[in-house]
Structure formats: structure tokens, C-alpha cells
């Protein structure tokens, strides 16, 4: 009797790079918007297929992603309001008292009046920068940066790992802090305000630098900053296309995510430049292999998920291209923004993950029964 087993129906986690790719087509359709129906759709579709596809148990910095796009739109404003500048208007809604300032600050101002168009595109401007903080915070929860380390290339390795460390710290400083005040409400220690954060700031830092050490004792037994004998002329080879591929790279997703009237100039560059990085990669790894314990597989659900995180990017694109109506909103003189269908079929597309990926394997056995339904698959294709 020969048993079938088809990946793609079965509980797993899926590839971490499928997830990346997902959120950086989101953040690119978040960046070449201002209509914050759209803005707002786009946080709206991260937000449930992380609520549908996060795994139980782990670590959540969505949550903290999203505050901090709050802040970010909170920032931009009172910056508007105190500083000026921008978008000119005529709709004065206060005036606060101006301090002079010299002449050579053109453009800046410290109080004045202060306008509703102004206010408006300083919110806007805000809340695209937060759908892109959204976009990354569902990357983190989806795909533990962790995960990521394991297909970073050989060439780029000790890079990678000082990376994914980074992009953890964050969240578990956020998970030390939310643990420490439970506790200190536990013992009767509750409270609010700068007395309260100075508080947690001692255990926290202290539980920073315990995990460091962990993971700096973790890292030398099992081999980390090993040294690799490279020739010289691989080196030389290896460093020039990489500064190539890299200004590629930096020049071509500039000019894809710029606005300027002429974007498609960076296509080419950025395929040249993919290019040129690529084969760099493949210099280096031939003088530094590496082997992998257990990959994650690569299978109909990774295409899908990378397949709607780049359709939504490239709709939102060529309807910025095209000029759709709605893209850019008007703030001078105000206008309601509209919802253009578009690029909203785009970022809808991105929800699909949220029902055609395979669930996590902790989410699967929990009451939704999604693991005896896998199993009952795999017996009737027995």
C-alpha cells in the first residue's frame, strides 16, 4: 500500500522567505499611496492573515509594530503643526504664537497658523510609513527572523546573523517589559507615567544582557566565527560584484518606489543589479559551504503566497503609473478620498494566504480540528 502525502494540505509552517516576499509586495503597494482607504485596507489585510495564520504560542510583534505606526502618524503631525511647511492651505483651523526664526529658514516656522490641508497631508504622509511598519510587523510574526538565518548565503553569513539578532531584539525587549510590569502588578506595584518606565528599564536590561550572554555562549559551541581561507582573487571577485549588484539594487528599488515622474528607469537597473549581487553569492559560496539540517520545503503554497504579495504590489504600481484617480489624494484644497478598484483588487489578492496556506502545526491541533482533517486526507489518498 503506497501512502500519498501532498505537502501543501498538511500542517506546516510554511517557507519564511514566501512570507517576507508576501509583506514586501504589501509594503511596496503601501508606499506608492497616500489614500488612506487604501492605507487602511492594506493594514486591515495584514492584520487577518496574521490573526488566521500565526503560529499559537509564539512571540507577537504585530502589535507593537502597529503602535508604533500610530506613533509615527502622531509624530508627523505635531511636527506639521509645530514646524510647518509642506503643503500649503488656507483653511486655518488655530493659530499658535510664532517665534521669529532667521531668514535663511525658508519654509520653516515654530508656530503660526495652522492648516487643515497641511494637517491632512502630514497624516497621510504618516500613515503610509505605518501601513509599512504593519506590512514588516506581520513578516516578523509569520516568519521568525530566526527562521531566515537558515537560507541567508554562505557569503553573507556573519551579515545575517547580526541582522536576524537585531530584528529579535525588539520584540523580546517588548516581551521582557510586558512581563516584568505583570509582575510588579502581581506584588502590588502598579502604576503609570516616566516613575513606572524607569522602573522596568533595571530588570529589563538585565534580562537583555542575560540573553546575550545565552546567546553568545549558544553561538561559540556550535561553531559560529569560524574564519574561511578565501584566494585572493575570489575576494577581489566576490567584492566587486557585490558593490555592482548592491548600487543596482539601492538604485533600482529607489527608482521603483520613488514617484518621480520617470520610475521605470530603476526596472532595469534593479534586474541588472539582482543580477550582479547574484553571482557575487555564487563566487563566495564556492570556497564556503554550508549544509542545512532539515530545510523547509518549497511547494505549491510558497508560490501562492509569494504570487499574491506580488500581484498586489504590481497593480498598486502600474495604477500608480497610470495615474488611477484616488492614488495620491488632494489635500489643497481638501478632498474625500475615494477607493479606487484597481489597486484595491490588488490588496485584497493578498488575502488568499489566509485560506489557501497550510495551517501552522500548534494552530492545526487546537479546536478548529485542522490536523484531523489533514490526517483523514492523507488516509483517503492510501
Known amino acids: 500500500m503506497t501512502l500519498a502525502i501532498h505537502d501543501y494540505r498538511l500542517p506546516r509552517l510554511l517557507h519564511p522567505v514566501a512570507w517576507w516576499a508576501w509583506a514586501i509586495g504589501l509594503a511596496m503597494a503601501a508606499n506608492r499611496t497616500t489614500?488612506?482607504?487604501?492605507?487602511?485596507?492594506?493594514?486591515?489585510?495584514a492584520a487577518y492573515v496574521v490573526a488566521a495564520r500565526r503560529e499559537l504560542g509564539a512571540a507577537s510583534p504585530f502589535g507593537a509594530f502597529l503602535r508604533l505606526g500610530l506613533l509615527a502618524i502622531t509624530l508627523r503631525?505635531?511636527?506639521?503643526?509645530?514646524?510647518?511647511?509642506?503643503?500649503?492651505?488656507?483653511?486655518?483651523?488655530?493659530?499658535l504664537p510664532e517665534i521669529p526664526l532667521p531668514s535663511g529658514s525658508s519654509g520653516v516656522r515654530l508656530g503660526g497658523p495652522v492648516t487643515l490641508e497641511g494637517v491632512l497631508a502630514a497624516a497621510y504622509e504618516g500613515a503610509r510609513l505605518a501601513a509599512v511598519l504593519a506590512c514588516i510587523g506581520a513578516a516578523n510574526t509569520l516568519a521568525s527572523p530566526r527562521r531566515l538565518l537558515r537560507y541567508v548565503p554562505a557569503t553573507l553569513y556573519e551579515v545575517g546573523t547580526a541582522l536576524v539578532v537585531a530584528l529579535t531584539y525588539a520584540p523580546q525587549l517588548v516581551d521582557d517589559a510586558r512581563r516584568v510590569r505583570v509582575a510588579r502588578r502581581l506584588?502590588?506595584?502598579?502604576g503609570r507615567g516616566i516613575r513606572e518606565l524607569a522602573r522596568l528599564a533595571v530588570p529589563v536590561l538585565d534580562s537583555a544582557l542575560e540573553r546575550s550572554l545565552n546567546l553568545a555562549a549558544s553561538m561559540e559551541s556550535r561553531g559560529y566565527g569560524r574564519s574561511v581561507h578565501r584566494?585572493?582573487?575570489?575576494?577581489?571577485?566576490?567584492?566587486a560584484l557585490t558593490l555592482a549588484g548592491l548600487s543596482g539594487v539601492i538604485a533600482g528599488v529607489y527608482g521603483l518606489l520613488d514617484?518621480?515622474?520617470?520610475?521605470?528607469?530603476?526596472?532595469?537597473?534593479l534586474i541588472v543589479g539582482?543580477?550582479?549581487?547574484?553571482?557575487?553569492?555564487?563566487?563566495?559560496?564556492?570556497?564556503?559551504?554550508?549544509?542545512?539540517?532539515?530545510?523547509?520545503?518549497?511547494?505549491?503554497?510558497?508560490?501562492?503566497?509569494?504570487?499574491?504579495?506580488?500581484?498586489?504590489?504590481?497593480?498598486?504600481?502600474?495604477?500608480?503609473?497610470r495615474g488611477v484617480p484616488g492614488m495620491v489624494v488632494q489635500t489643497s484644497p481638501a478632498?474625500?478620498?475615494?477607493?479606487?478598484?484597481?489597486?484595491?483588487l490588488g490588496v485584497l489578492l493578498a488575502?488568499?494566504?489566509?485560506?489557501?496556506?497550510?495551517?501552522?502545526?500548534?494552530?492545526?491541533?487546537?479546536?478548529?480540528?485542522?490536523?484531523?482533517g489533514g490526517l483523514q486526507d492523507v488516509g483517503a489518498t492510501s
Not at 489614500?35 to 489585510?45: G, S
Not at 506584588?187 to 502598579?190: E, F, I, P, S
Not at 478632498?335 to 484595491?344: D, K, M, N
Request: aromatic share 6%; charged share 10%; with cysteine.
Open 231 to 239: 584566494d585572493a582573487r575570489s575576494r577581489r571577485q566576490a567584492t
Open 259 to 269: 514617484g518621480s515622474p520617470a520610475p521605470l528607469l530603476g526596472l532595469p537597473l
Open 335 to 344: 478632498q474625500w478620498p475615494i477607493l479606487p478598484w484597481l489597486p484595491a
Open 351 to 372: 488575502l488568499v494566504p489566509a485560506w489557501l496556506s497550510p495551517l501552522p502545526p500548534l494552530r492545526a491541533i487546537g479546536p478548529l480540528g485542522g490536523l484531523q
Open 77 to 95: 503631525v505635531v511636527f506639521q503643526v509645530l514646524l510647518g511647511g509642506g503643503t500649503p492651505g488656507r483653511t486655518v483651523l488655530f493659530t
Open 187 to 190: 506584588r502590588g506595584h502598579g
Open 35 to 45: 489614500n488612506p482607504l487604501l492605507l487602511a485596507l492594506i493594514a486591515v489585510v
Open 274 to 321: 539582482s543580477v550582479a549581487a547574484t553571482a557575487s553569492l555564487a563566487v563566495g559560496a564556492r570556497r564556503d559551504p554550508r549544509s542545512r539540517y532539515r530545510p523547509d520545503p518549497w511547494a505549491t503554497p510558497e508560490w501562492l503566497v509569494l504570487g499574491c504579495g506580488a500581484a498586489a504590489g504590481v497593480l498598486v504600481l502600474i495604477a500608480a503609473q
